[in-house]
């Protein structure tokens, strides 16, 4: 049993290794061979067991930096989210022809399961590691993340196969490559089309607040305000027609800290522009995490509160009934209550063109959907928020609570997945973090970055967004691919144990 751990260990690093920082990605298509042998020859105990132990070490290494809001949420987290690799190990490996779709579908089954039950957590899927390989990650527009999962799997499996000499490794072969062939004819095809870009410009405000200044007053107006105010300012001389501030960067709670919002209000008025501005909201004895859309005229248009909250971050689960859990964490944890309404944004994009006939004044009335935190993780909401009308997608978050670990990078990564699988752009703002612009194809463009360095430094990065595509088969269904996963292995197993 202990040859079995080391090589389930093993497989745990090359996964780690095949996502940020490391981004060794071409390890992912070989980090599952170590875990096959190891499943050899065991019964379903056993092969729970060291499926367990795979997902134990993998989500360690994946999600360590959550020790930084919550040891107790960490260790909690990380025993849990285990059990479903665990799960997606439990068929046994064979040399039957059905192995090399039934595998790829129960792993998939596995991480759809994780991303729902008690709320959900889909960080670092598998196929998420796949996030700059842009022509590989098209498929998504049809079968989500769990596509490319899938596909990983099966290529894992089929290395497998060939090196233990299977006798029907041929077939396996033959459908590994022509899922392939598919993918990559899919995803080439995609990277020809031309994308247009709105008549408006964006700009991106990453102010860099330490978390413990964040909530301290003494440096609300002297710093952080001042902040904000300093790089908007720049960003509004540069020709921005909206200006986004990240996750709570709002210093304080907007429309009650009253002088604060004076000041900002007269600063709107001033710059001419609309903002989007992340803050803390109040509203009958309850608190929520908001998304204020406020006119150049200082007027608020709309405001989104967020649905999904984080667990230990910023609320406790269950403590109406196990308040003793708030006492034994060694990190303040918010009291916040979830928004019930999914909010959509209207802007009006302007754009004045010169031409020899005389100035052309081109108005284009936009629609656009928030993402607060970690919603974009959350495929769903941002399928609503399409579905609704969203011309594009905003996450505002602040990655700042995780110090500088490769948190910020594997957020950024469900962000790219959210744009291809409904074909429109995401535009991202972070108090410290990604703070970037994403098209329609998932690609990562007009990053900020100072000196090279994208984390943890403040600046501003401007840009045009790309008009979205045509409505894509994922934005209209969902997670059929999940759900055919569900219903072929079914089927193959079923028809495997007749004959």
Request: aromatic fraction near 16%; include cysteine.
């Amino acid at each position: 049993m202990l040859r079995k751990l080391i090589l389930a260990i093993i497989s745990s690093l090359l996964v780690i290794l095949a996502f940020p920082k490391f981004n060794l990605e071409f390890l992912v298509w070989v980090s599952f061979v170590p875990l096959f042998f190891a499943l050899e020859n065991t019964s379903i105990k056993q092969r729970f067991f060291v499926g367990y132990v795979f997902g134990l070490v993998m989500f360690a290494g994946l999600l360590y930096w959550l020790v930084h809001v919550s040891v107790l949420g960490a260790v909690v987290l990380i025993c849990f989210l285990a059990i479903f690799p665990a799960i997606g190990l439990l068929y046994k490996i064979s040399d039957t022809s059905i192995i090399v779709f039934v595998f790829p579908s129960v792993w998939v089954i596995s991480e759809f399961l994780r991303s729902h039950i008690f709320t959900g957590f889909p960080w670092a899927l598998l196929g998420h590691c796949l996030y700059k390989n842009i022509a590989v990650i098209q498929i998504a527009d049809i079968t989500g993340a769990y596509g490319l999962s899938f596909i990983i799997v099966m290529i894992n499996l089929v290395f497998y196969s060939i090196l233990r000499y299977f006798q029907n490794k041929r077939h396996h072969v033959f459908v590994c490559v022509l899922f392939c062939m598919i993918t990559l004819f899919y995803g080439f095809s995609f990277m020809q089309v031309k994308l247009e870009k709105e008549p408006m410009d964006i700009a991106l405000i990453q102010g860099n607040i330490a978390q413990e200044k964040k909530w301290d007053p003494q440096k609300y107006e002297v710093e952080i305000l001042e902040q904000y105010m300093r790089l908007s300012e720049i960003a509004a001389k540069n020709g921005a027609d909206l200006i986004i501030w990240p996750e709570t960067s709002f210093p304080g709670l907007y429309n009650d800290d009253t002088s604060i919002t004076y000041r900002i209000d007269e600063f709107i008025k001033r710059m001419g522009k609309d903002f989007l501005i992340g803050s803390v909201s109040y509203s009958e004895g309850n608190y929520y995490n908001s998304a204020y859309f406020i006119s150049s005229e200082a007027q608020i248009q709309e405001i989104y509160s967020k649905m999904h909250l984080v667990p230990f971050g910023e609320y406790i689960p269950f403590e109406d009934k196990l308040p003793w859990i708030r006492s034994s964490i060694d990190k303040p944890v918010g009291d916040m209550l979830p928004g019930q309404e999914y909010k959509i944004f209207s802007f009006v994009a302007k754009n004045d063109i010169e031409t020899s006939e005389g100035l052309i004044r081109e108005r284009r009335f936009l629609k656009f959907g928030v993402l607060i935190c970690f919603e974009d993780i959350f495929p769903d909401i941002s399928r609503l928020a399409v579905n609704k009308g969203a011309d594009f997608l905003v996450n505002i978050t602040n990655d700042a609570w995780f110090s500088d670990t490769n948190a910020a990078y594997e957020h950024v990564q469900s962000s790219v997945f959210r744009a291809v699988e409904n074909r429109v752009s995401v535009v991202r703002s972070a108090n410290t973090g990604i703070s970037c612009f994403i098209d329609p194809r998932g690609e990562i463009t007009d990053i900020l970055k100072v000196k090279g360095k994208e984390t943890f430094v403040d600046g501003i990065s401007k840009a045009r967004i790309y008009k979205p595509m045509r409505k894509s088969f994922y934005t209209k269904f969902g997670d059929v691919f999940v759900w055919l996963c569900v219903f072929m292995s079914l089927g193959l197993i079923i028809l495997d144990k007749r004959q």
